[in-house]
Every structure is written in structure tokens, then in C-alpha cells.
């Protein structure tokens, strides 16, 4: 289990990874952090789901992109995202320039309106915390506190407002 935010507080959820990524570092990341991690021939090379989150992620290199041709790379995508309503395509290099940049610049355009972000990666760490973070900020109870605490806040700003205030004076 990771801890977030110092609070002493431990979570931890079930990550279905594709069996491609079984010697991967992301899959001994999740699984050295007290994760459950199943893996599965069923799921498209290379993703990772949190069926606790309803997320997915399809993860790949720039170089491996790059390599491919363009229609591959977006016949991949395509499947991805007809599978999976909340997909990330995670693009790993160490350091992206111009030739990644206008890659993920064209994945956008050829993909926009669709289900698909590109989450940008310098290494296996950042993609671990970057899928955790998103993976915990959507689940089931993690959704329904940041939902009662924004309804809270608001209901706070509201009572304390000092328009409240000079509506009651008139």
C-alpha cells in the first residue's frame, strides 16, 4: 500500500495488466507498492486497467511509436479506445523533443473528440505515481469524498459570503 499525502493514510487496489508487461518495471512497481496485479492475456498489449476506477492505459515508448508506422500506431489506439471509456495513452521517453512532440501532436489531432488522453512520461516512476494518482482520484470512494468536499466548500464559501450579508441589510 502507498502512502498519499503524509497522512498516514495506505491505498492500495487490483491493477489487470496485459502478460506482455509481466517482467515490465511498472508491473514490479505496482506489485513491490502492495498492489494486487493480475495478469492477463485478455487485455490489449501493454495497458494496465483499474477496473476499481473504470481507467485504462495503454502504455508504449516514443521510440516504439516512431518505429511503427502511423497507421499501426493508430489502428492500436483505435482498439484501445473502442475497449476502454477512460483510456490514457502513457508515452514514455527521457526526454521528449521535437520528433515526440509532434507525434503526440498528431495522435491528438487524428483522436480529438475521442476518450483518449496522452499522459507524458520521463520514466517507469513517473508512469507508477501518474496512473496511482489518477487511478485513486477515480475511484468509487475516493470520488465520493472529493465530491462531498467540494459540496462542502462550497456550501461554506455560500453561508460565508459577504454578498449574503448586504442582501440581508436591504
Request: proline share 2%; hydrophobic share 45%; glycine share 8%.
Amino acid at each position: 500500500m502507498v502512502d498519499y499525502g503524509g497522512k498516514g493514510v495506505s491505498w492500495g487496489t487490483t491493477a489487470i495488466v496485459s502478460t506482455s508487461l509481466r517482467g515490465h518495471e511498472v508491473a514490479a512497481t505496482l506489485q513491490s507498492q502492495q498492489h494486487r496485479v493480475r495478469f492477463s492475456d485478455g487485455v490489449d498489449d501493454g495497458s494496465v486497467i483499474f477496473p476499481l476506477s473504470g481507467i485504462a492505459f495503454l502504455l508504449t515508448t516514443a521510440q516504439e511509436l516512431i518505429e511503427t508506422s502511423r497507421a499501426v500506431v493508430f489502428e492500436r489506439i483505435q482498439s484501445f479506445i473502442s475497449v476502454h471509456r477512460n483510456g490514457f495513452l502513457v508515452i514514455e521517453a527521457a526526454l521528449h523533443e521535437s520528433d515526440e512532440w509532434d507525434l503526440m501532436f498528431g495522435i491528438q489531432q487524428r483522436f480529438l473528440g475521442s476518450n483518449l488522453r496522452i499522459l507524458p512520461a520521463h520514466n517507469n516512476g513517473d508512469i507508477v505515481k501518474n496512473m496511482l494518482i489518477i487511478a485513486k482520484a477515480t475511484s468509487k470512494p475516493h470520488t465520493e469524498i472529493i465530491q462531498d468536499r467540494i459540496l462542502k466548500a462550497k456550501t461554506q464559501i455560500v453561508e460565508s459570503s459577504p454578498v449574503w450579508e448586504v442582501l440581508d441589510q436591504i
